[in-house]
């Protein structure tokens, strides 16, 4: 579990957790105020796999690194694209955000503790 785990493998989690939200929000607020509910699709498609990741992340698992990594790359390019789109000034900056803080979880998954961690040997 997470207790063992080292603090970049814990704030990795965190950082995926906050962000799968974050979206979801993101995606609630806008559908609110752009009268189009379905505008919420997209973000709760794309926080179901971050979440199952994150599972796997907690679990301890040993391909779900390499996992997480790979699907918070494609996320952040997901917020990136988003950026780069048509759409209000406070979605473009929250999804920047977003893209940093995906990022920034994929440097911390492929850190030496992180992955010490997830295959196992001395630290």
């Given at each position: 579990?997470?207790?063992?785990?080292?603090?970049?493998?814990?704030?990795?989690?965190?950082v995926g957790a906050a962000g799968a939200l974050?979206?979801?929000?993101?995606?609630l607020l806008w559908a609110q105020l752009d009268?189009?509910?379905?505008?919420?699709?997209?973000?709760?498609?794309?926080?179901?796999?971050?979440?199952?990741?994150?599972?796997?992340?907690?679990?301890?698992?040993?391909?779900?690194?390499?996992?997480?990594?790979?699907?918070?790359?494609?996320?952040?390019?997901?917020?990136?694209?988003?950026?780069?789109?048509?759409?209000?000034?406070?979605?473009?900056?929250?999804?920047?955000?977003?893209?940093?803080?995906?990022?920034?979880?994929?440097?911390?998954?492929?850190?030496?503790?992180?992955?010490?961690?997830?295959?196992?040997?001395?630290?």
């Amino acid at each position: 579990m997470l207790r063992n785990a080292p603090a970049e493998v814990r704030l990795a989690c965190l950082v995926g957790a906050a962000g799968a939200l974050l979206f979801v929000l993101e995606g609630l607020l806008w559908a609110q105020l752009d009268g189009d509910p379905g505008v919420i699709r997209f973000p709760v498609i794309v926080a179901v796999p971050e979440l199952l990741v994150l599972v796997g992340l907690v679990a301890g698992l040993r391909p779900a690194r390499l996992t997480a990594a790979w699907l918070f790359g494609l996320v952040a390019l997901v917020h990136l694209l988003t950026v780069l789109g048509d759409g209000p000034v406070w979605v473009r900056v929250l999804s920047g955000v977003l893209s940093a803080v995906h990022v920034f979880a994929v440097v911390l998954l492929n850190t030496r503790p992180a992955r010490l961690h997830f295959i196992g040997g001395q630290r």
